[in-house]
């Protein structure tokens, strides 16, 4: 099975498609990477070197795609950070020409706009492009607790409030909202919980939280891309969250023992295909 993922890149390190494309490979699947940027390193470090491509450019090679006659053998479409709207219009064009090819090809968003204690930190434009464009046409979005409260204007810092929010933005036509880095009021102390809405109920996974010196970038792009990855291979979504957070916890926890602020995503490739540790997921709702 193929997955179309179009993302950011970079050289040295693991974000957006240097994050996603590995673990998929690890799950069995083919990945054809379409990068949005290629940048030496992540933005996070203040200093970078490289180039924002184009809309067109991200159209050119879809269409040579498209043009050997191979977008029937995708089956979904994987999208994250976004230079800016107009390369969010080429992502939806390649998910509608995928879906002509193939009416059952996934969608699975990556909304990202900001998060908690940064702010929004894309261009404008994004934030309502994603709103009012890329929301419709996913299959599964997967916002942090932020984003989530960006997209719906709902508070999301209790359970009730976050599941509310989940199904409001399921309302508009995700069949899955997978919210993550979700720090509720009425949590446990030292932990950091993952929430899943669908139509058939919510699903909780909580893990305890590292205490890592840098913030983990990359971990989104990680755990969305395990999260497909399981769906692809037939998991049923409660099952296949559980699994891709228990992946991406060890991953996290491999980081933190080695000392590293990019994700330990190599040294911990045993932990993407069988996680040493599975924390379930609850049903919450």
Known sequence: ???????????????????????????????????????????????????????????????????????GDCVAVLSGYLGDAEIGGAVVDAVAA???????????????IGDVGKGVFVREGVP?????????????????????????????????KAIAAADALRGRGPRMVVVTSLLRSEAPPGCIETLLATADGAWLVRTPLWALPFPPSGSGDVLSALFLGRLLS???????????????????????????RELALIDGRHEIGAPSKVFPAIPVG
């Open 1 to 71: 099975m193929s997955i179309l993922s179009i993302q950011s890149s970079v050289a040295y390190g693991h974000v957006g498609n240097s994050a996603a494309v590995f673990p998929l490979q690890c799950l069995g699947h083919e990945v054809w990477p379409v990068d949005t940027v290629q940048f030496s390193n992540h933005t996070g470090y203040g200093r970078w070197r490289g180039d924002v491509f184009s809309a067109g450019h991200v159209r050119e090679v879809v269409r040579g795609i498209e043009e050997q006659g191979r977008l």
């Open 98 to 112: 995928v879906r002509a090819a193939n009416p059952v090809a996934l969608y699975c968003c990556d909304p990202v």
């Open 128 to 160: 309502e492009f994603l709103a009012e464009k890329a929301i419709s046409a996913a299959d599964i979005v997967t916002p942090n607790q932020f984003e989530l409260e960006m997209l719906t204007g709902m508070a999301a810092h209790t359970l009730e």
């Open 234 to 260: 037939g998991t049923p979504p409660p099952e296949a969250l559980a699994l891709a957070v228990s992946s991406l916890y060890a991953i996290l926890g491999r980081t933190l023992d080695l000392g590293r």
